[in-house]
């Protein structure tokens, strides 16, 4: 069965340091995407990066970047020259492929993210 | 350019009660997805739906839930006779494709007495 773990409930991170969020994930489809949203306090869920299984580069966006190792099965998040804004909660999400036949996104249980000034 | 809107954002109600939660997905849209929330958890996935189609709603519930989204108007989630474990934020998203990012609505914060 899909399954996400996010094995670190909390970080704490410097301001203007970098800070990795790891993510592992289980599947026996070959095709599926990789997903990373962020919650504020405020309670909505912000897109922050994709990656596609068969993507040979990891993705970048901004300071965002995703730590795809296939082989380990890992999407990690690095978030680069951390920012107080970045305090929040951070999900990893996999989306079914196709070859289950389904396309629903499994959630991951988060990280709380804090960075202190 | 608006995004996925769901109404209402905080919704009370007693148990017993119904409770109708809306989402209108980004414009070119067709694919809408509701998740809940209970607090300090991930979300869970309920149902994914297609215009006038329900593609999986292996999430959701056998009772007291269903979900629509019709040709025209918004996607309705709708939970009868809510009971105290019902109280969770609600998350709809919206995608132009089945395998294209998922966009998520601000959520409904439902809370029963």
């Known amino acids: 069965a899909q399954k996400i773990t996010q094995t670190q409930p909390g970080m704490f991170v410097q301001e203007k340091e970098a800070v990795t969020l790891d993510c592992t994930y289980d599947?026996?489809?070959?095709?599926?995407?990789l997903f990373w949203y962020k919650q504020p306090s405020s309670g909505e869920m912000i897109f922050l990066i994709y990656?596609?299984?068969?993507?040979?580069q990891n993705a970048t966006e901004g300071r965002y970047s995703l730590n795809f190792q296939k082989a380990r099965k890992s999407a990690n998040l690095v978030i680069s020259a951390s920012q107080l804004g970045d305090s929040a909660m951070y999900f990893c999400?996999?989306?079914?492929?196709?070859?289950?036949?389904?396309?629903?996104?499994?959630f991951g249980a988060g990280t709380r993210l804090f960075v202190k000034a | 350019n608006a995004g996925v809107m769901q109404n209402p954002r905080h919704l009370v109600r007693r148990r017993g009660q119904e409770a109708r939660l809306r989402c209108s997905p980004v414009?070119?849209?067709?694919?809408v997805y509701w998740y809940r929330q209970l607090p300090e958890e991930g979300l869970k996935f309920m149902v994914y739906?297609?215009?006038?189609?329900?593609?999986?709603e292996s999430g959701m519930p056998k009772e007291r839930f269903s979900a629509e989204f019709p040709k025209e108007g918004p996607s309705i989630l709708r939970i009868q006779q809510v009971v105290r474990g019902d109280s969770a934020a609600y998350f709809c998203?919206?995608?132009?494709?089945?395998?294209?990012?998922?966009?998520f609505g601000p959520g409904t914060r439902l809370t029963v007495l």
């Open positions: 998203a919206s995608s132009p494709g089945p395998t294209d990012t998922q966009y």
């Open positions: 739906l297609q215009k006038e189609n329900i593609i999986d």
């Open positions: 414009k070119g849209h067709s694919h």
């Open positions: 599947t026996s489809d070959q095709s599926y995407g």
């Open positions: 999400a996999m989306r079914e492929g196709r070859d289950t036949g389904g396309f629903k996104t499994i």
């Open positions: 990656q596609g299984s068969y993507d040979e």
